[in-house]
């Protein structure tokens, strides 16, 4: 009877328990007007890659860090991230395009955002033998930016991935 007794009240204390427990919101605001996917046709409709990443067939990743005022518009980009020099340039432009379409939280003056993006050099059929030296000259000579130390996130917002592929 007193295993019955024990048994029972775990129960009744487990399920208060569990009613002490947040509720986990997965409605998230949209941070761009429009939504996710309006955010990354953007970024595919109006990013352009410059010829310089065009010859060097050039591929990688970049993170961006930006902050975006109450009235949706950009500022403070600090990079992350850049496997090259190279790749920043059409990505700050189009950030840049993007002011006034950032929505952040009322109670916010500022908010800061991460956002990936990643650029890849994807052939049309089978590569040129000239392609694939170029896309291995470029690996060899490319010019990473790095983080030498820790890098504060505070209170940011992780965007989806943006991937250009030309």
């Known amino acids: 009877m007193k295993k019955v007794l024990v048994l029972f009240a775990v129960v009744l204390l487990s399920r208060c328990a569990m009613a002490q427990m ?26 352009q890659v410059t010829p310089a990443i065009e010859a060097a067939k050039a591929s990688g990743m970049v993170i961006f860090k930006f902050s975006a005022d109450s009235k949706g518009t950009v500022s403070k980009m600090v990079v992350y991230y850049a496997d090259d020099v190279m790749l920043t340039e059409p990505i700050i432009d189009a950030l840049k395009r993007t002011s006034g379409k950032w929505i952040i ?7 800061d955002f991460i956002i990936p993006f990643s650029i890849n050099y994807k052939p049309s059929g089978t590569p040129k033998a000239s392609a694939m030296q170029a896309v291995l000259d470029y690996q060899l000579k490319r010019r990473p930016i790095t983080a030498a130390d820790q890098v504060p996130l505070n209170a940011a917002t992780l965007l989806p991935t943006v991937v250009i592929n030309y």
Request: proline fraction near 12%; charged fraction near 25%; glycine fraction near 6%.
């Open 22 to 47: 947040m509720p986990i919101n997965t409605d998230l605001p949209q941070p761009y007007k429009g939504g996710v996917e309006a955010m990354k046709q953007f970024f595919k409709d109006s990013l």
């Open 105 to 111: 939280p009322a109670d916010h003056k500022y908010y």
